[in-house]
């Protein structure tokens, strides 16, 4: 309930008098008419602490209330009951995002947690102490003042960056990469930790950096109990948001993310005809229209991005999404050859190449009467040699391959040698250096996925490997389709798969040969 006196008259006792109303004098009855007003501003301000929406409506009335913003909402204020203790929304640029998060929510939150500390993270400072600029001048208004009547500033708030409530609350802004020594948060927002500048100068070493920064910075902050929320416009395959992600897919002791992501167009089937058709997210601000002439004026990764949370460039991507079985048994199928593919880093620590190792199958597929590739399972980590040597016998031991290719570089090279050693099915694998040969190596084997013969299981781990091969070369790491690549070469090679254009490339072969080129 609201902080505030108990008042003398209730709602049935306004109604009592508003049925023998005509038992009242002139100057009684503009008494209740008081009364009714005084009432129904009561109900509003109610309305305004319980719901963080109608607490917008009473600070901004023309803010427009889209059904995202009602979404949105609901996760911010199960955040704040305890209900939730991490969340990330994506949502495109200009749909009402930072108004909600960065300036009524942390002061609503306040007012109903006065005594909590609250970090507010943005891509730079100054827009998030701009943000806390306008969420302390929103606690001094009267309008604040009475829905929150016990609130206040304490006397000292002059920073608009680093202020406190009455009752020892503290909100503090700061942008990636700040110094946070002797901060403490109880609520970390974080909206937008990357900007278009980011993206536009090619380095994308910034999402690690920034995933850094929260990983040992921000996220060390929270006190007991503390929660996050993470709201942004995606930009790439590893900003915050999918490094998250891939956190989750890669441990389940990571914090666990509740994600949601706002497309402005949305597909809908049609009530009538049962066809998807085309709406926008935020109708009453964005018709169809102009988002699409939106559209048309940006690269199609950019938009796919921005506006439609999927950083991955489809149109541009070697190996598509849709290219990808999923397999929705519990089980795999018996293979009749399993392959290990090790894709080693040089060194472990933060910015290091991680260690991936896939593990593949192939299996007769009764349905296509062809024999299919399934993958097992996918490791990726940042490890050391002895490490990688444990994890290498772990996993061989529990699948039992017929092959096992290892990419002699780093430490491969001496696990290649100390599986060789003890007799194990060990083949080396020397690529080309460059970026270019690895996108022909993709572009290699690209048509076995294409042709619809490669499997994936339901689970993150192989979301992780999909993503990360349909991001290529987009992405930061690549650990995962080095490792994949190898696998799907030697199937090929082995002649475990084989395609019409394989039939085709042998018949090109040896008419060569008749005519006298070898």
Known sequence: MMSEAVPDFSEEDVQKMLDNLDSFSDDEVKEIDRLVDELSARRQNQLAYDDLIEFCKAMMPDFIVGRHHRILADMLMGIERGDKDRVCVNIPPRHG?????????????????????VMMVSHTTDLAVDFGRKVRNLISTPEYQAIFPTVKLAVDSKSAGRWNTNVGGEYYACGVGSALAGRGADLLLIDDPHSEQDVIS???????????????????????????AIIQTRWHMDDLTGRAVKDMAQNDRADQFEVIEFPAILEIEDGETGELVEKPLWPEFFDLEALLRTKASMPTFQWNAQYQQKPTAEEASIVKREWWNWWG?????????????????AEKHNRADYTALTTWGVFYNEDDNAYNIILLN???????????????????????????????????????QEM????????????????????????????????????VPQTRWAEEVVEEIAGFPFMSNDDLVDSTVMALMRFRQGGFIRLPTDELEEQRYFKRQGTGYY
């Open 97 to 117: 995002k930072s108004q909600l998060v960065s300036i009524f929510y942390p002061a609503w939150f306040l007012g109903r947690n006065p005594s909590k500390k």
């Open 202 to 228: 090619g380095n994308f070493s910034v999402f690690e950096k920034a995933y850094e920064w929260y990983t040992f910075g921000a996220r060390t902050r929270l006190m007991p109990g503390g929660r996050v």
């Open 329 to 345: 048994e519990e089980n795999p199928p018996a293979c009749e050859y399993i392959i290990m593919s090790l894709d080693s880093a």
């Open 378 to 416: 996918s490791i990726k980590q940042r490890i050391e040699f002895h490490e990688l040597k444990e994890l290498a016998m772990q996993e061989y031991a529990d699948w039992e391959p017929d092959s096992f290719i290892v990419e002699k570089k780093s430490s491969g090279v001496a696990l290649y």
């Open 420 to 455: 060789r050693r003890m007799g194990l099915p060990v083949s080396e694998y020397t690529p080309h250096r460059g970026s270019g040969d690895k996108l022909a190596r993709l572009n290699a084997v690209s048509d076995i996925v294409a042709s619809g013969l490669c499997w």
